[in-house]
Nanobody, 113 residues
């Protein structure tokens, strides 16, 4: 299995921004679709955004127009630029190799005034 390590989370005020990163080990990265998911306390894990191996993105309705997913296959890294953050964006954010059992350990994003 590919190893995934997220980073970039933190505490931010409403309206702020964060850039999350997901570094992957192994050559599988460039061949697979990837995704960002999040889980808030007491809630189920939900899709944030996915990106195909060729770079085509799709977003969950709650983040459209505010978040941008991207990937750099040369660096085996996926990114999530989060803008205009809201209180309800508070969650642990996970990266995932689509169609596999590979998940990262998560990075906490807390939006609070």
């Amino acid at each position: 299995q590919v190893q995934l390590v997220e980073s970039g989370g933190g505490l931010v005020q409403p309206g702020g921004s964060l850039r999350l990163s997901c570094a992957a080990s192994g050559s599988i990265f460039s061949k697979n679709g990837m995704g960002w998911y999040r889980q808030a306390p007491g809630k189920e894990r939900e899709l944030v955004a996915i990106i195909s191996s060729g770079g085509w993105p799709n977003y969950g309705d709650s983040v459209k127009g505010r978040f941008t997913i991207s990937r750099d296959n040369a660096k085996n890294t996926m990114y999530l630029q989060t803008n205009s953050l809201k209180l309800e964006d508070t969650a642990v954010y996970y990266c995932h190799v689509l169609g596999s059992g590979s998940w990262g350990q998560g990075t906490q994003v807390t939006v609070s005034s």
